[in-house]
């Protein structure tokens, strides 16, 4: 089973920024769509942003937009969500998947266990 690890997370002030690394575990990530995910505490899993395999289309979740880049790195295997102006309520774990196109995206990597995000003063 295609397996993915994320990392680059931690705490930051609100305004801040981090990059997040969603990197390959056996397979090339730029064969696949790769989708960005989150969840806080007590609140359900959310879409955060995907960019498609091959053209890199990308699309964000209307909370996110403006402020978060997803971005490829081939030469290096990964796949970053870059985040700017980050808010409080942008807390959460966030979850990098491989899978199908953004438009009808199916999982095909297991959960890895995230990258905790805390954006607290």
């Known amino acids: 089973q295609l397996q993915v690890v994320e990392s680059g997370g931690g705490l930051v002030q609100p305004g801040g920024s981090l990059r997040l690394s969603c990197a390959a575990s056996?397979?090339?990530?730029?064969?696949?769509?790769i989708k960005w995910f989150r969840q806080a505490p007590g609140k359900e899993r959310e879409e955060v942003s995907c960019i498609s395999q091959n053209v890199g289309l990308t699309n964000y979740a209307d909370s996110v937009k403006g402020r978060f880049t997803i971005s490829r790195d081939n030469a290096n295997n990964a796949v970053y969500l870059q985040m700017n102006s980050l808010k409080p309520e942008d807390t959460a774990v966030y979850y990098c998947?491989?899978?199908?196109?953004?438009?009808?995206?199916?999982?095909?990597?297991?959960w890895g266990q995230g990258t905790q995000v805390t954006v607290s003063s």
């Open positions: 998947q491989a899978g199908g196109a953004c438009s009808a995206f199916f999982p095909l990597s297991s």
């Open positions: 056996g397979f090339t990530l730029d064969h696949y769509a």
